[in-house]
Structures are given as structure tokens and as C-alpha cells.
């Protein structure tokens, strides 16, 4: 737990004095606002520890016992089948993907629900999470598949409306937040470690990035099919 919230202090709190100095000097706030926001940067660095401490020793440890069990029973359907369900299980839980497709319910007036969005980032991720793990099984170049995958975004860019254009993107950064992040790295090291005996960590490079093209793709086919 020590060290949760030293990472979360060395984290924050040099930003949050450094937007005090900017506050005092060009737009000094009303004394209850700035103890409003010095409350609030507290709670976020105890809340922030606390989620730390939690993912450590519950969401790694998960993965790391999905990736051993994806291995031991040494079949390639399960792999690529739970490889799926927890892209899409972990984009649903990501916050950062919930405020994403409000914003853009929001902003669509209704035309894109949430369900919707959320449905197809999260089996964007799930399929490009399957993907990841292929990758590993069969050690195909990770530099090969991400120039694939960023030409076929280049490709659907030609035939996906620009106001979708920034959901795609945004969407695939949204999915790269404190929820779905631990539990890839968690499941490529559990994976890598039962594959290569310890010794394969440089395997599960590029897991998160190459998960994260899912959303970007995903997304722009649906712009395609609303277009």
C-alpha cells in the first residue's frame, strides 16, 4: 500500500502544485474554491492509491492465472474465445469508455446510443485482443502487424465520415485506461511466462497497442454503415 501512494504522489502532486502557482499568479480563485480543489486532489491521490493497491493484487494476479490457463489447456479456439470475452468484459468496465459514449450520445443527439458505441469498441478491442494473442503464439512480428493494421486504418479513413473520424481515435485511447491496461499486461505476462518459462517478456510487447486498433477500426466502420 506504501508504495500505491508514493507512485500517485510522484504522480500528482507536482501537478497539482504546479496549477496552485498558476492559479495564484494569472487567476487567483475564491479561498473555498481553492480548498474545494485541494480536497478534491487529496481524495483523487487516496482514491488513486487505493485503485492501485487493488488492480496490483486482484486484476494482475487474475490475468496472470487467465494467461497461465489459456496455455495449460492448449487449445487455440478457448484462447482466442476467452481472449475475446475479456476484451470485451474489460472495455465495458473501463470508465473512460462510459464517459466516451455519453459524450458522443450527447453530441449525436440521441442518434448513437450508448449501447451502440459501447458495443462496438468493445468488440473491436475483444477481436484485436484475440489478435495479440496469435501474435504471441506464433511470434508473428509485432512492427508487421501494427503496419497492417495503422494501413487499414489509413485505407477506411477514405470511407469513414470525418465526424466520426475523432470518435475512432478517441475511442482507441479511451480503451487504454487503468482498467483494460493491467489486465493485458497481466494476461500477456501470465501467457509469455507458461510459453517461454520465464523468460519471454519481450513476447508481450505491444499487447495494449495492438488491442487498442480494435476501437479505432470498429468505429469507423460504423461510420461507414451510418454514412
Known amino acids: 500500500m506504501r508504495k500505491s501512494f508514493q507512485e500517485v504522489i510522484v504522480s500528482i502532486l ?21 480548498i474545494t480543489f485541494l480536497v478534491g486532489a487529496g481524495i483523487m491521490m487516496i482514491g488513486m492509491a ?20 489459456m496455455i495449460k489447456r492448449r487449445n487455440l479456439a478457448i484462447m482466442l474465445s476467452l481472449g475475446f470475452a475479456i476484451g470485451i468484459g474489460i ?28 458495443g462496438v469498441v468493445s468488440v473491436g478491442t475483444g477481436i484485436f485482443l484475440a489478435f495479440a494473442l496469435l501474435r504471441v503464439v506464433f ?39 487503468p482498467v483494460t491496461v493491467p489486465f493485458i499486461l497481466a494476461l500477456a505476462s501470465g501467457l509469455t ?12 510487447f505491444g499487447m495494449v497497442g495492438i488491442s487498442s486498433l480494435g476501437p479505432i477500426l470498429a468505429v469507423m466502420l460504423l461510420g461507414v454503415i451510418f454514412q
Not at 15 to 34: R, S
Not at 50 to 69: K, N, P, Q, T, W
Not at 140 to 151: C, F, I, P
Open 193 to 204: 511466462s507458461m510459453i517461454h518459462k520465464g523468460k519471454g517478456e519481450d513476447d508481450s
Open 139 to 177: 511470434k508473428v512480428s509485432y512492427y508487421k502487424l501494427m503496419m497492417v493494421g495503422y494501413l487499414a486504418v489509413l485505407v477506411a479513413s477514405f470511407f469513414t465520415p470525418a465526424e466520426f473520424m475523432p470518435v475512432a481515435f478517441d475511442a482507441g485511447g479511451v480503451t487504454t485506461g
Open 91 to 118: 472495455t465495458i468496465a473501463e470508465p473512460s469508455v462510459q464517459v466516451l459514449a455519453q459524450q458522443v450520445r450527447d453530441i449525436s443527439d440521441g442518434a448513437i446510443t450508448k449501447f451502440l458505441l459501447i
Open 14 to 34: 507536482p501537478m497539482t502544485v504546479l496549477i496552485v502557482i498558476l492559479t495564484l499568479v494569472f487567476a487567483p480563485l475564491e479561498t473555498n474554491d481553492m
Open 50 to 69: 487505493f485503485f492501485l493497491f487493488g488492480a496490483e493484487y486482484s486484476m494482475l494476479r487474475v490475468g496472470e492465472l487467465v494467461g497461465e490457463y
